[in-house]
């Protein structure tokens, strides 16, 4: 089940990926489809998913093997929640398919292990994609690890008949502060029934903490290490407490709750909350739940100007290929056509977020209906704005999704103070991190 926290999360702590421990540049064992000398291949492709995204796939799978005839792909889908110690063991037993979809979160895990091909140095082009979203996939000590299978940056959801029931203006969000976010979202709950709020609580949503902290001029990483203070930490979640101390927001219990809903039957999905935060990736599916659809905003700023929102491009996904496939031109042609191919584009969409390569995103985009069209208008308006991509989260930070929510809800519960809560959150995470 999709629940309104899993999609705000790009993902969850991975038990089995010690195993990788196994997997670094003098381990045994190969991976991957097998070649023939006459030129044939044989390649695996895995990926996590939904229906939409397992159709598209496969679509683009026997598109692909039209042109290619000599080049056969085994398909491998899976689901988030299992997609990760399959291939971490995988990985340990010298089986770790050719092509993989990748997660930012566990980038990093694998290619500083040497599981991960260079795609820059095995030749893919990239010259058509956006400025700054190549860099997305780049590590230190391995090179292009990774390709963006589709961009995205953090927006704000609103839902525009809960506004009009209260008779408050939708925000211009080319201004709006942090604080004009709470005042808004107040005006929406007393103006609205008894369980009826102006936004939901987002103080365990890392994405919009990440934002927070690099417009007060720091990040979530910095050399490997947390790039942010214990202070601004606590700056945080104080704001997140007046959320919940001013009735903006639901209180805990019904926060908690909330998150664990299915994604169709949340406060926002229902008409019950005005405002929410999502990766634009995620705007079509919340498109179809809310009946006169979602109008996208940026975050607000802590001056006022959309010019200091220091969002980024954030690859929804990324294409790798495994640093021991036997077939690695036949692996690379394959991503080549993934990522460059404006017919695999037309096939893929924007399900797995708007492509990086311009060429495409162009050729796709006079058959996108209005939904997907809202992910792509919403990128391409913040684009001259966005700042420069924070580092790739570093081998152990995939636990910080799961420290930042423990710390928020046990401050929201009265459990710890806000300083406290700062404090925690940067100790469990350079805990984590070793």
């Not at 979530?220 to 790039?227: L, V």
């Not at 009735?247 to 908690?256: I, K, L, Q, R, W």
């Not at 929410?276 to 809310?290: C, E, F, K």
């Amino acid at each position: 089940m999709l629940t309104r926290r899993s999609a705000l999360s790009l993902g969850i702590a991975v038990p089995g990926l010690t195993a990788l421990a196994a997997c670094g540049p003098n381990a045994a064992g190969g991976s991957g489809g097998s070649g023939g000398e006459d030129g044939s291949a044989s390649l695996r492709l895995a990926w996590w998913g939904n229906p939409t995204r397992d159709e598209n796939t496969q679509n683009v799978v026997d598109a692909y093997e039209e042109v290619e005839p000599d080049v056969s792909i085994s398909l491998e889908p899976g689901e988030w929640s299992g997609y990760w110690d399959k291939l971490a063991t995988q990985t340990a037993g010298g089986d770790f398919p050719d092509i993989v979809q990748m997660d930012e979160k566990y980038l990093a895990e694998y290619g500083e292990r040497g599981a991960l091909l260079d795609l820059a140095d095995a030749g893919l082009d990239t010259s058509d994609f956006a400025p700054g979203s190549v860099e997305t996939g780049e590590l230190p000590d391995v090179g292009l690890a990774a390709i963006t299978a589709g961009l995205n940056a953090l927006a704000f959801l609103i839902n525009p008949v809960v506004f009009e029931e209260a008779g408050v203006d939708i925000p211009d969000d080319t201004t709006w502060t942090w604080d004009d976010l709470i005042d808004t979202a107040v005006k929406i709950t007393e103006n609205t029934p008894d369980g009826t709020y102006g936004m939901t609580q987002m103080g365990s949503v890392q994405g919009l903490f990440q934002v927070y902290v690099r417009q007060a001029g720091q990040d979530q990483y910095k050399d490997g290490e947390a790039g942010f203070d214990a202070e601004t930490a606590a700056e945080w979640f104080e704001w997140a407490k007046k959320i919940q101390d001013t009735e903006a927001g639901p209180s805990a219990s019904v926060s908690v709750e909330d998150s664990a809903q299915a994604m169709d039957q949340s406060l926002f999905a229902t008409g019950k909350i005005g405002m929410t935060v999502a990766w634009s990736n995620q705007v079509v599916a919340h498109d179809g739940l809310v009946p006169e659809g979602v109008v996208v905003l940026r975050p607000p700023s802590m001056t006022g100007s959309a010019a200091d929102a220091q969002l980024w491009y954030k690859a929804s996904m990324y294409w790798s290929i495994s640093a021991r496939t036997p077939n690695p031109e036949a692996a690379v042609a394959f991503v080549d056509y993934l990522v460059n191919s404006p017919d695999a584009g037309k096939i893929l969409s924007v399900e797995r977020g708007v492509p990086g390569n311009l060429t495409v995103r162009e050729a796709i985009v006079p058959d996108l209906d209005e939904p997907n069209m809202k992910a792509v208008d919403f990128l391409e308006s913040v684009e001259d704005e966005l700042g420069e991509a924070p580092e790739i989260t570093p081998q152990g930070g995939g636990q910080f999704e799961d420290i930042l929510t423990r710390a928020c809800e046990d401050m929201l519960f009265g459990q710890t103070t806000t300083e406290e809560a700062g404090q925690r959150v940067l100790d469990d995470l350079a805990s984590a991190l070793g």
